[in-house]
Structure formats: structure tokens, C-alpha cells
């Protein structure tokens, strides 16, 4: 069994009955509560996640990992599985509130929930390897406790920074934002926004937000108001190289989703002589080459066509390095960009080069998708404007039948007036004629009377 001394536990050879795990974070805090206990809670992709499956099945459901833990913490898995969405939309809240981007860790909190303590996956490990790691985080209650009470009883703001700084160090630094905000800005304050952990944290704060920022402008094809908002970004002073790289990345997928080919040459260019050597500036070349070959490719077509981007052309991180790094890793989970920029670094887990990969690649496939829409609305576009000019030139001829029609019948008109003016004097003459006839055959008859009467006296 278990024996748990302070904060710290050590695995005997005796046997106990093995802890099972709960699937909802009340239930958990509720038992915590009841028993006294702390809380280890499991972020999983059941159905999904590949190493989320070999860490349950390997470790978390051995009864050699469970019965020595169970002792010191109730245990919850949050599943976060595609099969079943209202289990994910129903764990979400949890999942936001912790800043959990990766897929699977363990998070150790106590029974209100404040974390202290994660582990993340480790492919190479066994179930004492993680025993072990798990106990290590344990220590750090210990540690966010006595900061607590250094800060009680500090006299000035330099032993309040000190206090504070401890405290912060000692909790996972993805919970800070939301979880420890006031212990946060209240370190701002004492320490003028000088200390250490301030200044890396504000900055990767704005990181993360340029980066959401950018996703979902470049999600929705508004590459101009992304390209305004990298600017805005890029145009902070001291950034260092890794921001600048992020930045000008960014910025060279907008030039190229406009079509603005030249101009994305030397997004690139900047993205590789910010740093080199460093797995972005190594791949900055493929950007280059690709920008040129969708600016050449464009010159070719000009004037007869509109300038379109190259398929394929703003994969940064090939597949086969992508995958790599999330076997040594964890799972990112399906249409999520994980910026992975806030994580503290912990010795087991993905260093800031493999979580920008691992963001990068999977940005790729939103662009990969961008381009084949952009590509079918284009087509779309050039099959409206066919029809357009189809219905133009249909009426364009039935204008002008229509104006011949009118000519034809004025004409028609004139020919009749002309006739009526030659013909109308000889039927007057006729008519003329004609009264005068009747008139001489009237008086005719009208003698032919008389002398009739006359005959017959």
C-alpha cells in the first residue's frame, strides 16, 4: 500500500484495494472534500488520442499505479472523446479554466481546486517513472504553502516580490492566468512589472493572443486586417526572436492568401534572419522558394489571369517531423491551434521550438483548407461572370433586333403615307364621278316617270 508521509508518498510491497476513477470534476472536488484528499485529475482523448490510449491502458488503469495513489488523491478522468460531444462540451469549462492545451497530462490540485502540480506524457516511461514524477510535483503544495505565509508576513515589496515569485513558481504556470490572477497582478504591482516571471509571462501572454487574434482572421479570409494586426504586433519594441519569427510566419500566410506574392518573399526572408538557426528559420527557405514560385508562376499568367496561390503553398512543418514531435509529446486535439507558448516547460514535456511546430503544423492544415475554398470560390467567381456576359450579349441582341424591328416598321409607315398621298385624288374623282352619275340617272328616272304618266292619259 501507500504510506503517505506530509505531502510526500512512498509505495510499499503490501497490497490494497485499487481506487477507481470518477468521469466529473464536482464529484471529485466533493469526495476530495469528504476524504480529506487531494485531487489528480486526467485530461484524456479517449477515442482519438493515440498516447492517451497507451497511457491508460500501460498506466493509469494498473492497479499498481491506482492503489498507491488512491491513498493520497481521489482520481478523475475528463474525457475529451469526438464520439461523444456532450461529454467534451460538458468538461470544456474545466479544461479552459486550467489552460490545458495538450493531450494527455495530470494535473494534482487540492479539494477547492487550486492547482499545484502536472505531469505530462512520457513514452518512454513506466508506471514507477511516473510515481515518481508525480510525487516530485506533490512537494510543490509544501512549497505554494510557505510562499503563502512568507507573503502574510513580509514587511516591503521586495520581500512581497520574493514571497510571490515563489508562489507562482510553484504552481503550473498554464493555471496562472485564471486560476492565480490576483496573486498575479498583485506581483505586477509589487514588483513594477520587473520581475522575471512577470515580464515572461506578460509576454507570452501577448504571444497568445496575437496568435488567436491571426487564427481567426485568417479563418474567415480577412488577410488584411490580419496583415494590420501581425504589423501591430511586430511593431513592439524588444520582442525577442522567437516572437518575431511567430509574427513575420503569420504574416507571410496573409501576404500569400492575398496573393501579395513579393511582398511574402520578404515575410520570409525576415522569419529566417531573426533567428537562423533556430527550426523556423531552417524552414524559412521553403517559404521563400514557394513565394517565388507563386510570384513567377503569376508573371507567366499575366494578363490573362488572376493571380492564384500555388496548391500546397504554405506548408511550413512537413507531416513526417510533425508527428515526431507529438509521439515525444502529447496529442493536440482535432481544430484546436495549440500555441503551446504559455506552458511552463517541464523536463518530460515538448520544449517552445516542438509546441510551435506542433501549432504551425496544424495551422497549415486550416491554410491547406483556406486554399482549396479560395480555389473553388475563384472558379465560382469566373463561372458567375461567364453568366453575366452570357446574359449581357443575349440582350444586347435583343436590343438591337428590336431597334431593327422598329426601323423596319417605320419604314413600313412611311411607304404607306406616301402611297395614301398619290392614291387619294383619284378616288375623289372617282366619287365625284360617281355622285354625278346618280344624280343624271336620278333625273332620268324621274323623266322616264313623267312621260309614263303622260302616255297613259
Not at 510491497?13 to 469528504?34: H, I
Not at 502536472?118 to 514524477?133: F, I, P, Q, S
Request: net charge negative; hydrophobic share 35%.
Amino acid at each position: 500500500m501507500a504510506v503517505f508521509v506530509g505531502s510526500c508518498f512512498w509505495v510499499s510491497s503490501l497490497g490494497a484495494e485499487s481506487s477507481g476513477w470518477l468521469n466529473t470534476y464536482e464529484a471529485g472536488l466533493k469526495k476530495a472534500v469528504e476524504e480529506e484528499k487531494d485531487v489528480l485529475i486526467s485530461f484524456m482523448g479517449s477515442d482519438w488520442c493515440e498516447q492517451c490510449k497507451v497511457l491508460s491502458a500501460a498506466v493509469l488503469s494498473k492497479e499498481i499505479f491506482t492503489t498507491p495513489i488512491s491513498e493520497r488523491f481521489v482520481l478523475v478522468e475528463l474525457d475529451f472523446p469526438q464520439g461523444s460531444p456532450t461529454v467534451a462540451e460538458r468538461n470544456e469549462p474545466i479544461r479552459v479554466r486550467y489552460g490545458v492545451k495538450g493531450y494527455p497530462v495530470l494535473l494534482l490540485m487540492d479539494a477547492l481546486g487550486d492547482p499545484y502540480g502536472e505531469v505530462r506524457y512520457n513514452r518512454e516511461w513506466k508506471v514507477a517513472d511516473y510515481l515518481r514524477a508525480i510525487q516530485a510535483e506533490d512537494s510543490r503544495k509544501l512549497t505554494r504553502e510557505e510562499a503563502r505565509g512568507e507573503f502574510a508576513s513580509a514587511t516591503d515589496d521586495k520581500l512581497r516580490t520574493k514571497a510571490l515569485e515563489k508562489f507562482l513558481g510553484a504552481v503550473p504556470e498554464t493555471t496562472i492566468a485564471r486560476v492565480y490572477a490576483e496573486e498575479f497582478e498583485t506581483l505586477r504591482k509589487v514588483s513594477q512589472d520587473q520581475s522575471p516571471l512577470v515580464i515572461d509571462i506578460v509576454k507570452k501572454e501577448r504571444l497568445e493572443e496575437m496568435q488567436r487574434d491571426m487564427q481567426g482572421l485568417m479563418s474567415k479570409r480577412r488577410f488584411q486586417e490580419a496583415i494590420v494586426r501581425v504589423d501591430e504586433f511586430l511593431a513592439i519594441e524588444n520582442l525577442d526572436p522567437h516572437e518575431k519569427q511567430a509574427g513575420f510566419a503569420l504574416k507571410y500566410y496573409s501576404l500569400m492568401g492575398l496573393g501579395h506574392y513579393e511582398k511574402a518573399v520578404s515575410a520570409a526572408e525576415s522569419v529566417r534572419d531573426a533567428n537562423p538557426d533556430s527550426p523556423m528559420g531552417k524552414q524559412a527557405p521553403r517559404l521563400v522558394q514557394r513565394a517565388q514560385a507563386a510570384l513567377g508562376s503569376v508573371k507567366e499568367e499575366q494578363p490573362t489571369k488572376q493571380p492564384q496561390t500555388i496548391e500546397g503553398g504554405h506548408k511550413l512543418v512537413e507531416s513526417k517531423e510533425t508527428t515526431g514531435s507529438v509521439a515525444k509529446t502529447e496529442a493536440v486535439a482535432p481544430k484546436e491551434v495549440s500555441t503551446g507558448s504559455s506552458e511552463r516547460e517541464p523536463k518530460s514535456g515538448p520544449s517552445v521550438a516542438e509546441q510551435h511546430k506542433q501549432s504551425l503544423a496544424t495551422l497549415e492544415l486550416a491554410h491547406q483548407a483556406l486554399a482549396a475554398a479560395e480555389e473553388a470560390l475563384a472558379k465560382a467567381e469566373a463561372d458567375l461572370e461567364a453568366a453575366r456576359e452570357r446574359h449581357l450579349s443575349a440582350h444586347r441582341k435583343e436590343s438591337a433586333t428590336r431597334k431593327l424591328v422598329e426601323r423596319e416598321r417605320a419604314k413600313e409607315d412611311a411607304v404607306s403615307e406616301q402611297i395614301g398621298a398619290k392614291i387619294s385624288p383619284e378616288i375623289e374623282a372617282f366619287e365625284k364621278r360617281a355622285a354625278d352619275l346618280r344624280k343624271q340617272a336620278e333625273e332620268l328616272r324621274r323623266t322616264a316617270e313623267q312621260l309614263r304618266k303622260e302616255t297613259q292619259e
